[in-house]
T-cell receptor
Framework: DTGVSQNPRHKITKRGQNVTFRCDPI?????LYWYRQTLGQGPEFLTY????????KSRLLSDRFSAERPKGSFSTLEIQRTEQGDSAMYLC?????????????FGPGTRLTVL | EDQVTQSPEALRLQEGESSSLNCSYT??????LFWYRQDPGKGPEFLFT???AGEEKEKERLKATLTKKESFLHITAPKPEDSATYLC???????????FGKGTSLLVTP
């Protein structure tokens, strides 16, 4: 039984570069979420997909951020023109529909450092 | 605006010394309140979901309770392996996002 996986686990980039992260949810889960967490804070919601449809986006998701889930399976989160303030842990979570639908299961995260 | 406040920010306990963590919330229409455990450098690990005032859930040394304004995570006779950050989150009826508090960092010493 595999959980949520995320790649890469760590990413170091220079300011102004573009980065892309990948999330593979639990196989039978059709709901997928992205969160961002900085040191000493709880995770902050970024966006939500049900299957391939992006149904909810946070005000935190500026136009430099874009997320996709083209076939309703894995998802990617791209940050364009990175800034030092983008340094954070990017977390992906997934959940099912029906029984247990409220329980979001998180992956290990991708830690981004922008120099 | 929806708000989740956790206290204390940090807690140090001796092994076997029971205590409680608090999560106060202000939301417009609560769908559920969630407790997670997070170890350093890892993603949050799901512990409990609570839906209505008076509800209680238990798992090993942990028990979560819910009122209309707050939730408590009671830790009975903790062990050093219970050391972690404990996060509380709420989800409102009209949304899918979890709104997290800042967490309580728990250290249990032998």
């Amino acid at each position: 039984d595999t959980g949520v996986s995320q790649n890469p686990r760590h990413k170091i980039t220079k300011r102004g570069q573009n980065v892309t992260f990948r999330c593979d949810p639990i196989s039978e889960h059709n709901r997928l979420y992205w969160y961002r967490q900085t040191l000493g804070q709880g995770p902050e919601f970024l966006t939500y997909f049900q299957n391939e449809a992006q149904l909810e986006k946070s005000r935190l998701l500026s136009d430099r951020f874009s997320a996709e889930r083209p076939k309703g399976s894995f998802s990617t989160l791209e940050i364009q023109r990175t800034e030092q303030g983008d340094s954070a842990m990017y977390l992906c979570a997934s959940s099912t529909t029906g029984t247990g639908e409220d329980e979001q299961f998180f992956g290990p995260g991708t830690r981004l450092t922008v120099l | 605006e929806d708000q989740v406040t956790q206290s204390p920010e940090a807690l140090r306990l001796q092994e076997g010394e029971s205590s409680s963590l608090n999560c106060s919330y202000t939301v417009s229409g609560l769908r559920g309140l969630f407790w997670y455990r997070q170890d350093p450098g890892k993603g949050p690990e799901f512990l409990f979901t609570l839906y209505s005032a008076g509800e209680e859930k238990e798992k090993e040394r942990l028990k979560a309770t819910l009122t209309k304004k707050e939730s408590f995570l009671h830790i009975t006779a903790p062990k050093p392996e219970d050391s972690a950050t404990y996060l509380c989150a709420v989800r409102i009826v009209s949304g899918y996002a979890l709104n997290f508090g800042k967490g309580t960092s728990l250290l249990v010493t032998p």
